[in-house]
């Protein structure tokens, strides 16, 4: 059993900034994975926002976030980290990471479906 854990979320101005966090434990191995961040505002979907493969070797981000946002991992201790820049009102939505794979530009989430309670990040303008 796998769980994930969001953190950093919360409510900041435009041209604000947040760093959000996913720690990983359970029975994982969490270095095999690649880690999608998602993101789902009210009433909406939920959005593919960014990944990072399991070296950290490769990263891809939609383009309404490119050049905002930044994902990184530290895999010693199982945790990934969206540092969120230059935040924009439509940028709110509770935020989620996943475990996955990273393919051919596509991501897969895992078979055993791995979502953390996610964590909500408000931007006010």
């Known amino acids: 059993q796998v769980q994930l854990v969001e953190s950093g979320g919360g409510l900041v101005q435009a041209g604000g900034s947040l760093r959000l966090s996913c720690a990983a434990s359970?029975?994982?191995?969490?270095?095999?994975?690649?880690v999608g961040w998602f993101r789902q505002a009210p009433g909406r979907e939920r959005e593919f926002v960014a990944v990072?493969?399991?070296?950290?070797?490769?990263?891809y981000y939609i383009d309404s976030v490119k050049g905002r946002f930044t994902i990184s991992r530290d895999n010693a201790t199982n945790t990934v980290y969206l540092q969120m820049n230059s935040l924009k009102p439509e940028d709110t939505a509770v935020y989620y990471c996943?475990?996955?794979?990273?393919?051919?530009?596509?991501?897969?989430?895992?078979?055993?479906?791995?979502w953390g309670q996610g964590t909500q990040v408000t931007v006010s303008s």
């Open positions: 996943n475990l996955g794979t990273y393919e051919s530009g596509h991501y897969y989430p895992d078979q055993y479906d791995y």
């Open positions: 359970g029975q994982t191995s969490f270095s095999s994975y690649a």
């Open positions: 990072i493969t399991w070296s950290g070797g490769i990263t």
